[in-house]
């Protein structure tokens, strides 16, 4: 049940199920208006009928198909265009936008409401013409009304504004989950939990990255504790130990709540949503890009990300205690995020200066474990901006450079 769900989930993502949808029920709704041609008074029969209705579906049918082509080519182009100017791993965001399939679902199904109606006439079922006409005005008021959002939103579509916003709200979700859930639900497992002597340990059937662990299914074919020895985002190879039981369990069950795929994915990866921002900074602080506007702008970011997770409720929900699972730690997290912004950026006095900023304020927060591993980081930035910068005077303008030097 739980891969099925999950399935679903990353269906309802897919573009095409949208488009396809719309385009069912805009097939429906031609077949309906036709069935229900009786109910239909006769004297609107006879004032609306066939004639007055094919020159509105042939418009409709013309217009939307161009316009659906339009609308695609746009969209691979604006997918294109994040994907080289940011980091294709926001891809993956761009195309579950639910707001693109709606508008792309409307055109296409629009375009094959018309073309249905219009072989059903030509076909000689001309009858229920007034019901098509209605149903042809509703559809092209939804036409009008998705045209003006796309217009509106065609302005921001695939610039880096947009795909920061994505990966930022993306970030923003998994945090929060993640802050209320470290282990998934399950009971953390850090250096003080200790497996027995005798357990019973189970090897990955493929080599890939673990997706989605399922702690409630585990927690339901396991007739005692089970100890995850792997965690979302990280790679499995196949025969190495993935879990760990005591008692009697089935196998191929419990290995089948350990979902595996080619990649990692933002379900239950935090540490994932904060590599992609990064990644956007990185590719900005490139030779080839050189935009170093960006990168602070991802580190202001990362900085209220981190922030906001730090002051949210600590209270952990443990729903599964005889699950064990590693979760994702502080310093991983700021590791995550600040790593690569702190060597890329070395050279860069203004992003070496923010990040030592962020770093700051992060180390004066009041999650003990994120403060400690901001001012490790802040340590390490320092070092790299030292060493990346040519000229004494701007590693003196560093933040605290001068408390430093006072010391010495």
Same mark, same amino acid.
């Given at each position: 049940?739980?891969?099925?769900?999950?399935?679903?989930?990353?269906?309802?993502?897919?573009?095409?199920?949208?488009?396809?949808?719309?385009?069912?029920?805009?097939?429906?709704?031609?077949?309906?208006?036709?069935?229900?041609?009786?109910?239909?008074?006769?004297?609107?029969?006879?004032?609306?009928?066939?004639?007055?209705?094919?020159?509105?579906?042939?418009?409709?049918?013309?217009?939307?198909?161009?316009? +659906?082509?339009?609308?695609?080519?746009?969209?691979?182009? +604006?997918?294109?265009?994040?994907?080289? !100017?940011?980091?294709?791993?926001?891809?993956?965001?761009?195309? +579950?936008?639910?707001?693109?399939? $709606?508008?792309?679902?409307?055109?296409?199904?629009?375009?094959?409401?018309? %073309?249905?109606?219009?072989?059903?006439?030509?076909?000689?079922?001309?009858?229920?013409?007034?019901?098509?006409?209605?149903? !042809?005005?509703?559809?092209?008021?939804?036409?009008?009304?998705?045209?003006?959002?796309?217009?509106?939103? %065609? $302005? !921001?579509?695939?610039?880096?504004?947009?795909?920061?916003?994505?990966?930022?709200?993306?970030?923003?979700?998994? %945090?929060?989950?993640?802050?209320?859930?470290?282990?998934?639900?399950? !009971?953390?497992?850090?250096?003080?939990?200790?497996?027995?002597?005798?357990?019973? $340990?189970?090897?990955?059937? &493929?080599?890939?990255?673990?997706?989605?662990?399922?702690?409630?299914? %585990?927690?339901?074919?396991?007739?005692?504790?089970?100890?995850?020895?792997?965690?979302?985002?990280?790679?499995?190879?196949?025969?190495?130990?993935?879990?760990?039981?005591?008692?009697?369990?089935?196998?191929?069950?419990?290995?089948?709540?350990?979902?595996?795929?080619?990649?990692?994915?933002?379900?239950?990866?935090?540490?994932?949503?904060?590599?992609?921002? +990064?990644?956007?900074?990185?590719?900005?602080?490139?030779?080839?890009?050189?935009?170093?506007?960006?990168?602070?702008?991802?580190?202001?970011?990362?900085?209220?990300?981190?922030?906001?997770?730090?002051?949210?409720?600590?209270?952990?929900?443990?729903?599964?205690?005889?699950?064990?699972? &590693?979760?994702?730690?502080?310093?991983?997290?700021?590791?995550?995020?600040?790593?690569?912004?702190?060597?890329?950026?070395?050279?860069?006095?203004?992003?070496?200066?923010?990040?030592?900023?962020?770093?700051?304020?992060?180390?004066?927060?009041?999650?003990?474990?994120?403060?400690?591993?901001?001012?490790?980081?802040?340590?390490?930035?320092?070092?790299?901006?030292?060493?990346?910068? &040519?000229?004494?005077?701007?590693?003196?303008?560093?933040?605290?450079?001068?408390?430093?030097?006072?010391?010495?």
């Amino acid at each position: 049940m739980f891969r099925l769900v999950l399935w679903l989930r990353r269906l309802g993502r897919a573009l095409w199920l949208r488009v396809a949808a719309f385009a069912v029920l805009a097939l429906l709704a031609v077949v309906a208006a036709h069935l229900a041609a009786p109910l239909v008074p006769e004297w609107l029969d006879e004032r609306i009928d066939a004639k007055a209705v094919l020159p509105v579906l042939e418009i409709l049918a013309s217009s939307m198909l161009a316009v +659906s082509t339009f609308s695609l080519g746009i969209m691979v182009q +604006s997918h294109r265009s994040a994907q080289q !100017t940011t980091t294709p791993r926001v891809l993956t965001l761009m195309i +579950s936008d639910p707001l693109t399939q $709606t508008v792309l679902g409307i055109f296409i199904g629009a375009f094959v409401y018309a %073309l249905t109606a219009l072989i059903l006439f030509q076909a000689g079922f001309d009858s229920g013409a007034p019901l098509v006409l209605g149903v !042809t005005l509703a559809v092209t008021g939804a036409v009008v009304f998705a045209l003006i959002r796309w217009i509106a939103y %065609l $302005t !921001t579509m695939g610039t880096t504004g947009d795909a920061l916003g994505r990966a930022e709200e993306q970030a923003r979700k998994a %945090l929060k989950s993640h802050r209320r859930q470290p282990a998934l639900g399950a !009971t953390p497992m850090g250096a003080d939990i200790v497996t027995p002597d005798v357990v019973k $340990t189970l090897t990955a059937r &493929r080599s890939g990255i673990l997706q989605v662990i399922d702690v409630k299914g %585990l927690a339901e074919c396991a007739d005692g504790p089970v100890w995850v020895l792997r965690r979302p985002g990280q790679a499995v190879l196949r025969g190495a130990p993935v879990l760990q039981i005591t008692g009697d369990g089935d196998p191929e069950a419990l290995l089948s709540c350990l979902v595996i795929g080619d990649d990692r994915t933002f379900e239950q990866d935090p540490a994932y949503t904060l590599t992609v921002l +990064s990644e956007i900074a990185s590719r900005a602080l490139s030779p080839a890009v050189n935009d170093p506007g960006t990168a602070i702008a991802v580190i202001t970011r990362l900085e209220r990300l981190l922030w906001d997770w730090s002051q949210a409720d600590p209270r952990e929900v443990i729903d599964h205690p005889q699950v064990f699972v &590693r979760p994702w730690t502080a310093e991983e997290m700021v590791e995550a995020a600040f790593a690569p912004i702190a060597r890329d950026g070395a050279g860069m006095l203004e992003v070496a200066t923010q990040l030592l900023d962020a770093l700051g304020a992060l180390g004066k927060g009041g999650d003990d474990g994120l403060a400690a591993a901001a001012r490790a980081m802040g340590e390490r930035a320092r070092a790299h901006a030292e060493g990346g910068l &040519r000229l004494d005077d701007d590693t003196k303008r560093l933040p605290g450079s001068g408390a430093r030097t006072a010391v010495r």
